[in-house]
């Protein structure tokens, strides 16, 4: 009998040796003559454990891990393709309480199959959305998307269906889906790990999202840092081409739609999408006013669906399960799952997907364990550089998109980058400042000079010179980016600067202050 091993082939395992494991798995196999492959997976999400190597025994899938290249000798003369017992031995890694307590909706086949696989895709329920949207035709997928709740994953939260409308209800005609994977927030890797381990069901997305508002082309744009991530949807593009998901008469209906993976230059400013589309068009990376918005007047001036990986990774589930399958689970007006990273100084790191409504502190505590250093969690930054740090005294939020907004923080991207009590709260609003002025699109002026000038007034306070008084200054500062600056990257800077100062007044020279009161 021929045995299956899968590797993962994502790049966080990459990193950790796990070419060097596939390998040592390839010629131990073929040194005992023993018939078998060794399939590159994407990754199940539990960083810590990568490698995680997974055999096929005839009672399920047996995990080992984290397994080093000098582990496979060992693990192979110990039985492992009998899933037999080793200080590694993991058992059925989807009983570990990490994953088992998650509901993958989106992250459901990561880890499970071969990424750039078709055949395995349809095995796993693949194109069954793209299939339904075919059936009912534009209109109602654009209403099912609409009733499913999904707001946008890239930050804004803003609703897929509501934008999908606009762009559906303009005059036919030339329109464009455009997929944002620039993922450039802090301690994110969500959109990396779907393209990387599941790239067909982002594919599906796109395709939906063609049918739906009538656009018959789309883009993948792609930071230049995911080499692996931009292979496998190149490599999946071309087998969905193929095999006729993606062309002219689009899984054999009257519906064309084609796309392509374009690479980003690195720039965080190309997320957003007004100076992302100036970047897909050969342009450097500077916002646009709004309005036209991107839904009527986007890509080379035409009307433009942009949306996060997550938000179109989300949509063939919701397409192949029904919207309210999506719907049913989730918190307020926050619906369906959060594919949530966990990242920083923590100690078990990773993907989790679970519905809305957990809290900060659950999702601290009990699933990613504190911190890797054992010491005690002083502050969290969630929602990536432009996202508020949270004390434990606020531990309880929600998550939701509300509940962080009335603590004047954000979700964003679902990022969560954990510190413990080492961390300098006046080093890191210096940080976020800085951040900006680096990153400055330099459009306008309260971003481009104000973050400058926050350096400046952060060294300050940090030296300790007039302390009160450049504290005054850095608050009306913040105050006019906030309100002054032409798109979020200078006008949300003030959210971590402003959180650090609030929770954590003592590490700015100010003794403590009580929390505002909701
Ligand atoms: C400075 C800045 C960076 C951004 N970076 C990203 C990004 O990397 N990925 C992303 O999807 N959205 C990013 N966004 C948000 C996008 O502008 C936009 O809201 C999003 O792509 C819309 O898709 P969604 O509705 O599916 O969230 C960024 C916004 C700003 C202001
Ligand atoms: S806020 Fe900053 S990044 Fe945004 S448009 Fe203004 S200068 Fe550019």
């Avoid at 998901?245 to 999408?273: H, I, K, P, T, W």
Wanted: net charge neutral; charged share 20%; with cysteine.
């Amino acid at each position: 009998m021929s045995v299956v091993i899968y590797v993962p082939g994502d790049a966080a395992a990459v990193a950790v040796g796990a070419d060097r494991v596939a390998k040592a798995f390839v010629d131990g196999l073929a040194r005992r003559g023993v018939e078998g492959r060794v399939v590159r997976n994407g990754s199940r999400g539990m960083v810590w454990l990568e490698p995680l190597v997974e055999v096929v025994t005839p009672s399920g899938r047996v995990g080992y891990g984290p397994v080093k290249p000098k582990d496979v000798e060992a693990l192979l003369d110990g039985g492992l393709l009998d899933g037999a017992g080793h200080d590694l031995r993991l058992g059925d890694v989807e009983k570990i309480p990490f994953f088992a307590k998650q509901e993958r909706f989106t992250f459901k086949r990561v880890g499970v199959t071969d990424p750039v696989s078709l055949d395995d895709y349809l095995a796993h329920g693949g194109y069954k959305g793209l299939e339904r949207a075919i059936a009912i035709g534009p209109a109602d997928t654009v209403e099912e998307v609409f009733n499913s709740g999904l707001r946008g994953r890239g930050g804004a939260g803003f609703p897929t269906g509501i934008k999908w409308r606009t762009v559906a209800a303009c005059a036919p005609g030339k329109k464009y889906v455009v997929c944002n994977a620039d993922e450039g927030d802090s301690g994110t890797f969500a959109d990396r790990m779907i393209m990387e381990g599941d790239p067909f069901q982002l594919i599906e997305g796109l395709t939906i999202a063609g049918v739906a508002v009538g656009a018959d082309m789309g883009y993948v744009y792609c930071r230049s840092e995911y080499p692996h991530a931009i292979a496998a949807m190149n490599k999946a593009i071309v087998a969905a081409r193929k095999a006729g998901y993606l062309g002219s008469r689009v899984a054999g209906s009257n519906y064309a739609f084609d796309m392509q993976v374009r690479v980003g230059a690195g720039a965080y400013v190309c997320g957003e999408e007004t100076s992302l589309l100036e970047s897909l068009e050969g342009r450097r990376g500077l916002v646009r006013a709004k309005p036209p918005l991107p839904a009527h007047k986007g890509l080379f001036g035409k009307p433009t669906v942009i949306n996060n990986v997550l938000s179109l990774a989300a949509v063939p589930f919701i397409m192949a399960e029904g919207a309210k399958a999506y719907a049913d689970v989730g918190f307020g007006r926050s619906r369906g799952t959060m594919p949530i990273q966990l990242a920083g100084n923590v100690k078990y790191g990773g993907l989790y997907e679970i519905a809305f409504g957990v809290t900060l502190g659950e999702l601290v505590e009990d699933v990613a364990g504190g911190t890797f250093t054992g010491r005690d969690v002083r502050a969290v930054q969630v929602g990536g550089p432009l996202g508020a740090y949270f004390p434990r005294a606020l531990f309880d939020t929600p998550f939701d998109y509300e509940a962080f907004a009335k603590r004047d923080g954000l979700i964003g991207h679902g990022g969560i980058v954990i510190f413990d009590d080492t961390v300098d709260m006046a080093k890191q609003a210096r940080f976020a400042m800085e951040f900006c002025s680096v990153e400055s699109c330099g459009k306008c002026t309260p971003c481009r000079i104000g973050s400058t000038r926050g350096v400046e007034v952060m060294d300050r306070i940090i030296a300790g010179v007039e302390r009160e008084k450049n504290l005054a200054i850095l608050e009306d500062l913040s105050h006019t980016m906030k309100l002054g600056s032409l798109c979020a990257l200078g006008g949300f800077t003030p959210y971590p600067v402003m959180s650090a100062l609030t929770h954590f007044p003592e590490d700015f020279g100010r003794g403590p202050m009580p929390l505002a009161a909701e």
